[in-house]
């Protein structure tokens, strides 16, 4: 099959697919998950024990696991080595072109020794472009569109998109925002694709690019930077696209909700409290690197009222950030306190009228706050912190306040934690 066949023949199966109600979903899901199990026992050498055994006896994976059992757990006879070598050399070159027998390896982010491979067929690349396609385009898939997409990579993933009415324009963030800003002018693109961070900055243009959808993907979308680029854009809704290597886990419907993608990942869901929970996901399309209970290391908190668009894929209030950001305090009592990055977003939030920050805890534990705001934000911000401390009973850390700063080739994170645990 030809690969804009595949994406057509993708694009209409998910666009069409409808489940009366959650029963309807759930037997869907079983069978998916029947189908897949029995493609991984039998292809990858690391699950062939678990041949006939129902997906929660499968092991728990994650990306250090992943990567250490690499060669045994792909399908399609890639190392490890050979991989990471494609990988290394087309980030340096920032040429994506090159595969490895029809399969595109890319790199997820990381430090050097928390990064991961990822393997993609032709195959699984077409379906994903025709999966995303059937989420994100707002009118026919025959329709013209001009997608304006700002990436890190250029992986050739993306440009498989590309076909003869949808045109897709890559963007390399590492470019000046004069040079993309005059690209995006002439392209004039209907559909506009980056991080927040690119968003905000395309927001002092706004008047002169008409952009009919924007879709933020990569970095948590915090509220008050999406108040910020809506009203500059003059939109409802910013759509997010929740897309990692491990897949496509969730989109934006028509009233900006946030829903998983249940029909193409089977989410089981470890519960932090009663609505926040750190996804473990069984992918039902990658067959090169299966995706079998895969255990992200991101925090995503459900919504409790039933959406509108009356879809009955799971509802998310927002995703809240990684695991890894949650901020840890010493209690009085000697044990450590955890604080969700939400909590330290609105912490910020309530000291004022905040525009742009950062809130970064070190490795020991002190906090550094890096916005523009004076004396009488800091002592507002300070007290906030210190109502906190009472509250959830932990010792004040030291807090240090500084200029506002960004290195834009880095993830805009405004709520970052660095503390060793
Ligand atoms: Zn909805």
Same mark, same amino acid.
């Given at each position: 099959m030809s690969s804009k066949l595949r994406i057509l023949k993708t694009y209409l199966k998910y666009k069409n697919r409808h489940f009366k109600d959650h029963e309807d979903l759930k037997r869907y899901q079983e069978k998916q998950i029947r189908k897949q199990l029995k493609f991984v026992s039998t292809h990858s050498e690391i699950y062939?024990?678990?041949?006939?055994?129902? =997906?929660?006896?499968y092991p728990l994976m994650d990306k250090k696991q992943m990567m250490a059992n690499f060669d045994r757990l792909n399908?399609?006879?890639?190392?490890r080595e050979e991989a990471m070598k494609l990988a290394i050399d087309s980030e340096r070159s920032r040429d994506f072109s090159e595969k490895l027998n029809h399969i595109t390896v890319g790199l997820s982010s990381g430090t050097s020794d928390t990064r991961g491979i990822f393997l993609v067929s032709d195959k699984e690349k077409d379906m994903w472009a025709g999966y995303i396609l059937s989420k994100v =385009?707002?009118?026919? /898939?025959l329709d013209k569109y001009e997608v304006a997409f700002f990436m890190r990579a250029n992986s050739n993933l993306y440009e498989s998109v590309s076909s003869s009415n949808i045109h897709f324009v890559f963007y390399d963030i590492y470019k000046s925002s004069e040079e993309n800003i005059e690209k995006l002018k002439e392209q004039k693109p209907d559909i506009i694709v980056g991080q927040p961070s690119i968003l905000l900055d395309l927001s002092n243009y706004a008047s002169e690019l008409k952009p009919r959808k924007i879709i933020s993907i990569a970095e948590v979308l915090e509220d008050r930077d999406r108040e910020v680029i809506c009203k500059a854009f003059n939109c409802d809704v910013i759509h997010q696209v929740y897309q990692c290597t491990e897949g496509c886990l969730a989109t934006t419907c028509e009233y900006g909700t946030i829903h998983l993608n249940e029909d193409i990942v089977y989410f089981e869901k470890e519960y932090l409290d009663e609505k926040r929970f750190i996804p473990v996901i069984t992918d039902f399309t990658r067959t090169s690197q299966p995706i079998i209970r895969y255990r992200l290391n991101d925090i995503l908190v459900e919504r409790r009222e039933p959406c509108p668009?009356?879809?009955?894929f799971t509802a998310l209030?927002? /995703?809240?950030?990684?695991?890894?950001?949650v901020f840890v305090f010493d209690g009085e009592d000697g044990n450590m306190v955890e604080i969700y990055p939400d909590f330290i977003r609105r912490l910020v939030l309530f000291s004022g009228d905040v525009r742009d920050y950062r809130i970064v805890q070190t490795e020991d534990g002190s906090l550094e706050v890096y916005w523009n705001e004076d004396d009488n934000m800091q002592s507002a911000f300070l007290n906030e912190l210190q109502k906190m401390s009472e509250d959830r009973l932990f010792e004040m850390p030291a807090v240090n306040f500084y200029a506002y700063s960004f290195?834009?080739?880095?993830? =805009?994170?405004r709520v970052e934690s660095r503390r060793n645990r």
């Amino acid at each position: 099959m030809s690969s804009k066949l595949r994406i057509l023949k993708t694009y209409l199966k998910y666009k069409n697919r409808h489940f009366k109600d959650h029963e309807d979903l759930k037997r869907y899901q079983e069978k998916q998950i029947r189908k897949q199990l029995k493609f991984v026992s039998t292809h990858s050498e690391i699950y062939e024990e678990y041949q006939g055994k129902p =997906l929660s006896s499968y092991p728990l994976m994650d990306k250090k696991q992943m990567m250490a059992n690499f060669d045994r757990l792909n399908t399609v006879g890639t190392n490890r080595e050979e991989a990471m070598k494609l990988a290394i050399d087309s980030e340096r070159s920032r040429d994506f072109s090159e595969k490895l027998n029809h399969i595109t390896v890319g790199l997820s982010s990381g430090t050097s020794d928390t990064r991961g491979i990822f393997l993609v067929s032709d195959k699984e690349k077409d379906m994903w472009a025709g999966y995303i396609l059937s989420k994100v =385009l707002y009118g026919s /898939i025959l329709d013209k569109y001009e997608v304006a997409f700002f990436m890190r990579a250029n992986s050739n993933l993306y440009e498989s998109v590309s076909s003869s009415n949808i045109h897709f324009v890559f963007y390399d963030i590492y470019k000046s925002s004069e040079e993309n800003i005059e690209k995006l002018k002439e392209q004039k693109p209907d559909i506009i694709v980056g991080q927040p961070s690119i968003l905000l900055d395309l927001s002092n243009y706004a008047s002169e690019l008409k952009p009919r959808k924007i879709i933020s993907i990569a970095e948590v979308l915090e509220d008050r930077d999406r108040e910020v680029i809506c009203k500059a854009f003059n939109c409802d809704v910013i759509h997010q696209v929740y897309q990692c290597t491990e897949g496509c886990l969730a989109t934006t419907c028509e009233y900006g909700t946030i829903h998983l993608n249940e029909d193409i990942v089977y989410f089981e869901k470890e519960y932090l409290d009663e609505k926040r929970f750190i996804p473990v996901i069984t992918d039902f399309t990658r067959t090169s690197q299966p995706i079998i209970r895969y255990r992200l290391n991101d925090i995503l908190v459900e919504r409790r009222e039933p959406c509108p668009c009356g879809s009955c894929f799971t509802a998310l209030e927002r /995703i809240e950030g990684r695991e890894d950001d949650v901020f840890v305090f010493d209690g009085e009592d000697g044990n450590m306190v955890e604080i969700y990055p939400d909590f330290i977003r609105r912490l910020v939030l309530f000291s004022g009228d905040v525009r742009d920050y950062r809130i970064v805890q070190t490795e020991d534990g002190s906090l550094e706050v890096y916005w523009n705001e004076d004396d009488n934000m800091q002592s507002a911000f300070l007290n906030e912190l210190q109502k906190m401390s009472e509250d959830r009973l932990f010792e004040m850390p030291a807090v240090n306040f500084y200029a506002y700063s960004f290195d834009r080739k880095k993830k =805009l994170k405004r709520v970052e934690s660095r503390r060793n645990r």
